[in-house]
């Protein structure tokens, strides 16, 4: 299953609402749609499973949605700490595919 | 504390082999399915295999199919990865993670390590 993210980069500002998109060349498997947060240097951090559950911890700031191969990561408002490359992965159907990642900046 | 530690990275010629380590402490491993997952320089996100809790499945990424082998040591609470064949794009950064589980179903990549670099260069 191919993951297409979109944008490839986003340019922000803190305090804006912003939606980023994944979409699957087929339907994900039981909606086992992820999305990871990683910063330079660091490894992945888990923030959304099962297209919509929120990972233990998650601001509520972050909600993902979506179904079968359309799917949406929104974060309603950014904080300076958001500023990272975000991707979608399915883990419902080996191998377990990542997208290409997008990038969100600082404006 | 819940954690991954990855080791055995290194510097190795194309040709060559590497075996790499991941010690887990904090969960119940042996209840765990296990990952690798692979980042080139500057790339993005690849993942390489996986092993079910009692290693009866494995499942790897056809870019490492009949080169890399993923195995576990459940009395040890570690996950191997031989890699032989090494190719200079097998380059990048080797995390692995863990599969989470939340009432029976798959919940995503939860635990992860702070990798592990391998280069592959002559």
């Known amino acids: 299953i191919v993951l297409t993210q979109s944008p490839g980069t986003l340019s922000l500002s803190p305090g804006e609402r912003v939606t980023l998109s994944c979409r699957a060349s087929q339907s994900v498997v039981s909606n086992y749609l992820a999305w990871y947060q990683q910063k330079p240097g660091l490894a992945p951090r888990l923030l959304i499973y099962g297209a919509s559950d929120r990972a233990t911890g998650l601001p509520d700031r972050f909600s993902g949605s979506g179904s079968g191969t359309d799917f949406t990561l929104t974060i309603s408002r950014l904080e300076p700490e958001d500023f990272a490359v975000y991707y979608c992965?399915?883990?419902?159907?080996?191998?377990?595919?990542f997208g290409q990642g997008t990038t969100l900046e600082i404006k | 504390e819940v954690q991954l530690v990855e080791s055995g990275g290194g510097l190795v010629k194309p040709g060559g082999s590497l075996r790499l380590s991941c010690a887990a402490s904090g969960f119940i491993f042996s209840r765990s399915t296990m990952n690798w997952v692979r980042q080139a320089p500057g790339k993005g996100l690849e993942w390489v295999s996986s092993i079910t809790a009692s290693s009866f499945d494995t499942n790897s990424a056809d870019s490492v199919k009949g080169r890399f082998v993923i195995s576990r040591d459940n009395a040890r609470n570690s996950l191997y990865l031989q890699m032989n064949s090494l190719r200079t794009e097998d380059t990048a950064v080797y995390y692995c993670?863990?599969?989470?589980?939340?009432?029976?179903?798959?919940?995503?990549?939860?635990?992860w390590g702070q990798g592990t670099l391998v280069a592959v260069s002559s």
């Open positions: 992965q399915q883990y419902g159907t080996s191998p377990y595919t």
């Open positions: 993670a863990r599969m989470a589980a939340v009432g029976g179903l798959r919940a995503g990549f939860d635990i």
